[in-house]
């Protein structure tokens, strides 16, 4: 157990949909980072948050968002769903802003039909 | 559990054998890299790291091997486990402290 947590685990909804996935990081870890891992392209970085600000952005789309909030859990808000959005969502927590370990949760898994 | 992938490279072995996984990293420039282990149905864990000013490392049971002429990778697994079937990625960081991550490969270990 990394001790992130993530919820929900199973989330099956329509496309042009709206979900919030929610992420608690390790006590103590002040970064968070998203990421996206489909079959066919692996793990994918979407964002990090580091102590309630936005840090650093990869491949995210813009009807995707996310935030930190002053308790440092965060959600990533994926909206306007379509099918090729399904895939597994990780979350990552860490230390300090450029930690090089990173914790992962368990993921949430995302099926849009 | 959920698949990561269906189209990774397999690697099969006998429970005790040593298992070797390879990885080509892409840039010349990355200076930090790192082994993660993912079991089914579960988030990627950390295993190992190297620096870029290192060629190998060793923990338990296991040994990353690096190669910056040829810009390769590899991941020693010394008797191999049934535990230790999962997906393994490299990853590596260059300029950004965000790591880019590897397709990675499947290890089925055989009892």
């Known amino acids: 157990d990394s001790g992130v947590t993530q919820t929900p685990k199973h989330l099956i909804t329509a496309t042009g949909q709206r979900v919030t996935l929610r992420c608690s990081p390790r006590?103590?870890?002040?970064?968070v980072y998203w990421y996206q891992q489909s079959l066919d392209q692996g793990l994918q970085f979407l964002i990090q948050y580091y102590n309630g600000e936005e840090r650093a952005k990869g491949n995210i789309l813009e009807r995707f968002s996310a935030q930190q909030f002053p308790d440092l859990h965060s959600e990533l808000n994926l909206s306007s769903l379509e099918l090729g959005d399904s895939a597994l969502y990780f979350c990552?927590?860490?230390?300090?802003?450029?930690?090089?370990?990173?914790?992962f949760g368990p993921g949430t898994r995302l099926t849009v039909t | 559990g959920e698949s990561v992938g269906l189209h990774l490279p397999t690697l099969s072995v006998q429970e005790g054998d040593n298992s070797i996984i390879n990885c080509a990293y892409s840039?010349?420039?990355?200076?930090?890299f790192i082994w993660y282990k993912q079991e089914s149905g579960k988030g990627p864990q950390f295993i190992i790291d190297i620096r870029s000013n290192m060629d190998k490392r060793q923990g338990q049971r296991v040994t990353v091997l690096l190669n910056k002429t040829v810009k390769h990778l590899s991941l020693q697994i010394a008797a191999t486990q049934p535990g230790d079937s999962a997906v393994y990625f490299c990853a590596e960081r260059g300029g950004s402290y965000i790591p880019t991550f590897g397709r990675g490969t499947s290890l089925i270990v055989h009892p």
């Open positions: 006590s103590g870890d002040l970064s």
């Open positions: 990552a927590s860490s230390v300090m802003t450029d930690s090089y370990e990173q914790y």
């Open positions: 840039n010349s420039a990355s200076d930090y």
